[in-house]
């Protein structure tokens, strides 16, 4: 078999591999590469640009504390996720309908793995960051997405107001 033969035969192992994490141990701290991609709430800020660090305490009694975030379009901020409790917890932000969506398929494939920039998963007694940059105006919302969770009321919203004239 030629080298080159070699390394195609490889290559759908090595493209399986990153997806090979389960989803309770993704941790964003470890990312190496962060794509940038605009979503309509953001997009993937970095780390120098943080003036400000948000930490969000997450218990099993499903409440994410605080619950209400505002933050001003144009501005880097870091969620610092907390999971105070004894189950795997999570920190995604989105839309709400997208938020719901993702929820429904969490419940269908709990398993799933994902592992986006603007999600922190977080085993019990840890933390984990999210840095974002929210460079569009609207409200958001942030949520636990773990299967069940996010149906037992374990989100918050997400102000970004209007850069100051």
């Excluded at 309908?97 to 999600?119: F, R, S, V």
């Excluded at 919302?141 to 773990?146: D, G, K, T, V, W």
Aim: aromatic share 4%; proline share 5%; glycine share 10%.
């Amino acid at each position: 078999m030629t080298l080159q033969r070699r390394h195609l035969a490889a290559l759908p192992l090595a493209l399986a591999l990153p997806a090979a994490r389960a989803h309770g141990e993704a941790h964003h701290g470890n990312r190496t590469e962060v794509i940038k991609e605009q979503k309509p709430w953001g997009i993937a800020g970095d780390a120098k640009d943080v003036r400000r660090t948000i930490t969000v305490r997450m218990t099993d009694d499903m409440k994410l504390s605080p619950n209400r975030i505002e933050v001003r379009e144009g501005e880097t901020l870091r969620i610092r996720a907390v999971n105070a409790g004894a189950v795997m917890h999570e920190i995604v932000i989105g839309t709400r309908e997208e938020l719901a969506a993702h929820a429904e398929l969490m419940k269908k494939h709990p398993g799933m793995q994902h592992d986006e920039p603007y999600m922190a998963h977080v085993p019990p007694g840890k933390q984990g960051d999210v840095v974002w940059l929210f460079n569009r105006a609207g409200d958001f919302e942030f949520a636990c997405l773990i299967a069940g969770h996010f149906e037992a009321g374990m989100r918050g919203t997400l102000s970004v107001l209007p850069k100051k004239g």
